[in-house]
């Protein structure tokens, strides 16, 4: 055998068992998953169920609700993220010091109890409404068991993690390069959008696809803070499941959220290609 | 160098090999699992028996069984409860359905020797031909028992404990609590916003809320009758939920979960709910609710009812299992029913010690038994459709 193919043998074998896994633990799940979907009520196979998540008055608009959350928490998951962490990047002192120390603490507590927090703080006679009556305010807006409390618990549960892998990016940014550009007069928003914002996009956008991701198929959260009509896809693919034992409808909210998320991942995969042939040439 | 690679490739074809074994193991230990219950007919029989419990319900049926369960081994040495905790909701159906599986597979009765659940399974585990037929031959303290509840079930069943959902009600704001249903009604419409029902997919007492007012409009038979041809005369019943939903808290909002809406009593977010009877008592004695809560039954009742405990008939443990039985009716057994739980024990009253008695005096009437079968399900999803999203 010649060193080539030799070489060529070990990189397939090394390749091999997280192929492996992935196709027993992805690939045919997904492709169950979309058998089971196309299943109609007779045993045979037909677009039905497909037909009926986007005919129905209650699964559109749980389709419409889930993409309306997912959006604006990611903008407003990166906007925060990103602020706070060229905050962080370019600026020293007490504040920097504690934000560093605190940022990362919603990360180590769990899911339920965070969102029972929030249920606490934002509800109708929660600690923030008590605050504010003191303070002369005696009305107080509905935040739990609507959008704003779903899109408040992802806030919370996402800036930590997107800070920490845009704070990443950030530093990578070489203090030398910035300070060449302000040695050619180059102002502070110039800077922000000819390097630092170029140099940070392609973690911007991992990050996207994260959050993203984590959003569409949240479920503690949105149960438990979220309305009680239109849900997330989560919360009603749970209660069709569930509830109503409605298998192969169901799947074809799993396989429709699976097809939402690679939507995404496909503009992630593309840029990573990109990348990787500019390298190339 | 080449050794190197050669090591690498090893650890390699190690790794996928191990891989490719664990899923097949797996797949054999699920074989050979499956096969123990067939297996364990022919052997011959052990010393002591180990019998397997499936229940569900809240945390507080988990605690009850982890408290009998000792008692009754510490009497009997020789047998042995497996118990298995399903959490409420959703995980009841898979059990119902592993029986059935390994009864059509013929493989005995899937490992459980005994089940515990609602009257909806009794019923469907009789058209199915799934349960034993029970007599006080086997469970002598079947005798306890109020001889109607089991005629109710052809004796397929042991109804072990009840409970019931009331109005449970802030006595601080509410001074004349609603008698009847339609007195309920209107003090809904007259305390704009200060009543909440859970969303009844998520728990019982939401539902029974949710059933009642359908099947007010019902003759009273009707909640006996798990036919279909049912469904076209709950119309004027979800039109009624429609229009209390402009009502009840937050013009709309159904809490998840029973503890759901006992959160919003305990923060005085609203004054009247409808609960189970059993967490009411058992969160005021914790001081997670406040004293000033009461509780009111209407008339005609919520829903309530016994919690029923079923021997699939191709169960081989049926032995050790009868001996269980009999000793979870005991009236030591049925007092911790009571004290742990705070549920109506499943035994007559008379049987029970005097101040038990005393304690329960007017309260376990006035329920009603529901059993609509699979209709639930389909009201469930008919409310989330006409009044969740209206």
Known sequence: MSRQAKRGLLGISLVLPSFLILVFIVVLPIIGSLKESLTNDGGGYDLSNYKFLFTDKLMRSNIIFTLKVTVISSLLVLAVSYVLAVYMRFNNGFAVRWIRRMYMIPIFIPTVIATYGLMQLLGNHGWAARILYHLGQDSFPRMIYDMKGIIIANLWFNIPFTTMLLGSALSSVSDAVIESAKDVGAGRLRIFWRLILPLTYKTLLVAVTFVFMGVIGSFTAPYLVGPNAPQMLGVSMEQVFGVFQDRQLAAALAFFTFLLCSFIGYFYVLSMIKEEGMRRS | ?390
Request: aromatic fraction near 8%.
């Open chain 2, 1 to 390: 160098m080449l050794n190197k690679k050669k090591a690498l490739s090893l650890t390699a074809s190690l790794v996928l090999a191990g891989a490719v074994l664990a899923g097949c193991s797996s797949d054999k230990k699920a074989e050979s699992a499956a096969d123990g219950g067939g297996n364990s007919t022919s052997a011959p029989a052990a010393p002591s028996t180990e019998f397997t419990f499936y229940y569900t319900g809240s945390q507080n049926v988990d605690d009850l069984w982890k408290t009998l369960i000792p008692m009754f081994e510490a009497k009997n040495p020789d047998i042995k409860v497996n118990p298995v905790y399903v959490a409420s909701g959703t995980a009841a159906q898979p059990t119902y359905d592993k029986i059935m599986a390994a009864k059509q597979a013929g493989k005995g009765s899937g490992g459980v020797d005994l089940y515990e659940s609602s009257i909806d399974d009794v019923t469907k585990g009789k058209n199915d031909d799934l349960w034993d037929s029970l007599s006080d031959g086997q469970i002598p303290n079947l005798n306890n028992v109020d001889q109607k509840t089991m005629n109710d079930v052809s004796n397929l069943a042991v109804p072990y404990r009840s409970s019931a959902v009331v109005l449970a009600y802030n006595s601080d704001k509410v001074t004349a609590p609603p008698q009847t249903l339609d007195e309920l009604y209107d003090w809904i419409h007259a305390n704009p916003e200060k009543f909440a029902y859970n969303d009844p997919s998520t728990g019982g007492s939401g539902s029974s809320f949710v059933i009642t007012s359908i099947y007010k409009f019902l003759p009273e038979e009707a909640i006996h009758n798990s036919d279909p041809s049912m469904e076209s005369q709950w119309t004027q019943g979800f039109e009624l939920l429609k229009d209390l939903g402009k009502y009840v808290y937050g013009k709309g909002i159904y809490p998840k979960k029973n503890q759901g809406t006992l959160d919003l009593l305990a923060s005085g977010e609203v004054d009247m709910i409808p609960a189970w009877s059993d967490m009411v008592l058992d969160q005021i004695a914790k001081g997670q609710l406040p004293a000033s809560t009461k509780m009111q039954q209407v008339t005609p009742g919520f829903n309530g009812g016994p919690t029923y405990l079923m021997v699939p008939k191709l169960s081989d443990k049926k032995d050790a299992v009868y001996k269980f039985l009999d000793f979870t009716l005991s009236p030591e057994a049925q007092a911790e029913v009571v004290n742990k739980m705070q549920g109506f024990p499943g035994i007559k009253l008379s049987n029970m010690p005097q101040d038990i008695q005393e304690s329960f005096k007017g309260v376990s009437e006035g329920y009603r038994t529901f059993s609509l079968g699979d209709l639930g399900k389909d009201i469930n999803q008919r409310w989330q459709s006409e009044v969740a999203a209206q």
